[in-house]
């Protein structure tokens, strides 16, 4: 695997910061992203983001989670150890939705809930960029674009980015 | 945004007038030869009917009561829905005229057993004065809350400002509770009490479920068909606002059937001799299977359409989805009164049918004539610009 590096730089206001990202995505850069401390509009167009997959894991692990609540109760209740409530047949499929239905939810919540952190990269507490100094002001009232590069293209981007109109730029290695 | 009073549609009105009253004309025929029919047809029509328009009316309280901005542009169709109550007013006459033949308890002298001792039990609250007197009170406080409602959007879109916006909001919130309580037992005097044994505290709540789904559906099938029309606030709507409709449409839909099921099992569950035939007849005979359909296609089946963002923003695709949701809430309203006169099994009546288009036709008639005289989006909104520009996130 060929050395990689962070190219890390600040805006000074949003317009040329989602420009930047445009241009950056033009040249062929995939591994962007932006870090603001205000919700950017437009920012998922200028990343060429596509749909999140949370809706996604939410929906399976829901199924996933129905077919757990009912399967367990029709084995527990209804083959391993049937119970007589009531004289209703061992096999009562009302009695068993409730469950069925509040598993559903408990795992369609938990897969959000843990596939938002798979997402954004949890549990990693430290990632390169925070060497910088001056990007702390991102969540303050910076706005940064940080784009993983080459090392061979390291100084090409940086070089286009202060084109683009960044108030600074700063190179960060990555690795140990 | 045309703010000079709607004064179209004169052609669909009498289109739609001319359909009500051949329609209702034929159901009048049939109720000379068989009343009982035509009764208990001409009352799941006119609930089905008439709950979309309360439902309409409850989720604009909904709106005023949450200061909802977003749906500022879709409001004046929605306050124009609950203006055809005073036309179910006048529709209630053939259900007070034929009360004997649908309701048991109107002539109690004929019955025996069990079903003798529950009517002598209610007879306090299930007797023929006091029922009409409840109606009256039902209509008085629809009507009433429906009409200043409009009347106070309509004249601020002559004044504009926010003193108007302020009245209607706080009648809005403080409706709703009355309308809440007077639906309910709107629900227990027309629908429940046709089993007089049977009593369930959920049932207005079920009624209103899908008539609530109903009256959503009612809106996004107007906003599909009125995309092209410049005077109709379909025209002004943006996909957000569309989605927010499909979303409305997802989370009733889940709530219908969360209300049915919680219905279904509470009564099976408990298995008490009063309450327990009501659902005996309509799971174990061949209703069983409309219930399971209704199951299947009220719930499973739009459930999981609607969860598509794309079909939610697609006014098109929503509006077919919305038709199929109001196509089996009938069947659903069907499935609840009808069992009552067919206890084998379903059997459907030709004035199944004429009886729905007619009081169909009929709201449609009244509710595009009651859109004349008032602009069709509220121009005198202090929050249209806002809700025109709606974009969440």
Do not use: C
């Not at chain 2, 809005?172 to 309308?179: D, E, V, Y």
């Not at chain 2, 327990?276 to 174990?284: H, K, L």
């Amino acid at each position: 695997m060929s050395a990689r590096a962070y190219v890390v730089a600040e805006f000074a206001a949003e317009a040329p910061l989602l420009a930047a990202a445009r241009a950056l995505r033009g040249r062929g850069l995939a591994d962007l992203d932006l870090h603001s401390p205000v919700p950017l509009h437009g920012a998922d167009e200028a990343l060429g983001l596509k749909r999140s997959v949370v809706p996604r894991i939410a929906l399976v692990l829901g199924l996933a989670g129905v077919a757990t609540g009912y399967v367990m109760q029709w084995w527990m209740v209804g083959v391993d150890f049937p119970i007589n409530v009531g004289g209703r047949p061992p096999q009562s499929a009302p009695a068993f939705i409730p469950i069925t239905f509040e598993l559903g939810i408990l795992f369609a919540a938990l897969g959000i809930f843990l596939g938002l952190f798979g997402l954004w990269g949890l549990p990693r507490l430290h990632h390169p960029v925070f060497e910088v100094e001056a990007f702390r002001s991102a969540s303050v009232d910076g706005l940064w674009l940080s784009a993983a590069v080459e090392a061979a293209g390291v100084a090409a981007v940086a070089a286009e980015l202060r084109a683009l109109g960044a108030r600074q730029v700063e190179i960060v290695e990555d690795g140990p | 945004m045309n703010a000079t009073p709607f004064q179209g549609g004169s052609r669909l009105t009498g289109i739609a007038g001319a359909v009500a009253a051949a329609a209702l004309g034929l159901t009048a025929l049939g109720a000379v030869g068989d009343p009982r029919q035509a009764l208990a047809s001409y009352l799941v029509a006119f609930v089905y009917w008439l709950g979309i328009a309360l439902g309409a009316l409850i989720l604009l309280g909904a709106l005023h009561a949450a200061k909802a901005r977003w749906p500022v542009v879709l409001r004046r169709f929605l306050e124009t829905i609950p203006q055809t109550l005073p036309l179910f007013a006048l529709l209630f006459l053939p259900i007070a005229l034929g009360l004997k033949h649908v309701f048991v308890w109107v002539e109690p002298a004929g019955l025996g057993g069990e079903l003798a001792q529950a009517v002598a039990h209610k007879r306090p609250y299930l007797n023929v004065p006091f029922f009409l007197a409840r109606a009256v009170v039902y209509f008085v406080v629809w009507i009433g809350v429906a009409h200043l409602l409009r009347r106070w959007s309509v004249q601020q879109d002559r004044v504009g400002g926010h003193a108007l916006t302020l009245r209607q909001r706080r009648l809005g919130a403080a409706s709703l509770p009355f309308l809440a309580l007077t639906l309910s037992f709107a629900a227990f005097d027309w629908m429940m009490s046709i089993d007089p044994r049977f009593y369930s505290t959920i049932f207005g709540v079920y009624w209103f479920a899908g008539s609530f789904l109903g009256a959503f559906a009612v809106l996004a099938i107007a906003a599909a068909a009125t995309r092209a029309l410049p005077d109709h606030f379909g025209h002004h709507l943006n996909a957000d606002h569309v989605h927010s409709l499909g979303k409305f449409l997802l989370a009733f839909t889940a709530f219908w059937a969360y209300i049915a099921f919680s219905q279904f099992m509470l009564i099976w569950i408990a298995n008490l001799p009063e309450e327990v035939p009501w659902y005996i007849v309509r799971t174990g005979s061949p209703w069983g299977r409309v219930g399971i359909f209704l199951a299947l296609g009220h719930f499973v089946v739009p459930f999981f359409l609607l969860l598509s963002r794309d079909l939610k923003r697609d006014p098109r695709r929503l509006a077919m989805v919305a038709a199929w949701l109001l196509l089996v809430h009938w069947l659903d309203l069907h499935w609840v009164i009808m069992p009552h006169v067919h206890q084998a099994g379903p059997a459907p009546s030709w004035m199944d049918l004429t009886a729905f288009v007619g009081v169909g036709a009929a709201f449609l008639a009244f509710l595009v004539f009651r859109m004349r005289g008032a602009a069709t989006v509220p121009v005198g909104d202090p929050y249209l610009e806002e809700s025109l520009r709606y974009q969440p996130q």
